[in-house]
C-alpha cells in the first residue's frame, strides 16, 4: 500500500468514526472498533514512515 493510499484510509476511518460516534456514542461497540481499526492504519503509518524517517534523519 503507498502512502498516499494509507493516508486516504486513516482519513476515510477517522471520517466513519466520526459520524459513527455523533450517531451512538463514544462507547458504543461500533465505535470502540472503529477506533481500533484507526489506531492501526495509523500505527502502520507510524511504522512505515516516521519511525523509518526519524531515524535518517538522526
Avoid: C, F, W
Avoid at 460516534?21 to 503509518?45: F, K, M, R, T, W
Amino acid at each position: 500500500m503507498s502512502k498516499q493510499e494509507l493516508l486516504e484510509r486513516i482519513e476515510k476511518k477517522r471520517a466513519q468514526l466520526i459520524a459513527i460516534v455523533a450517531e451512538n456514542g463514544l462507547s458504543s461497540p461500533q465505535a470502540i472498533q472503529y477506533s481500533q481499526e484507526l489506531d492501526l492504519l495509523l500505527n502502520s503509518y507510524n511504522t512505515t514512515y516516521i519511525k523509518k524517517y526519524s531515524t535518517q534523519v538522526s
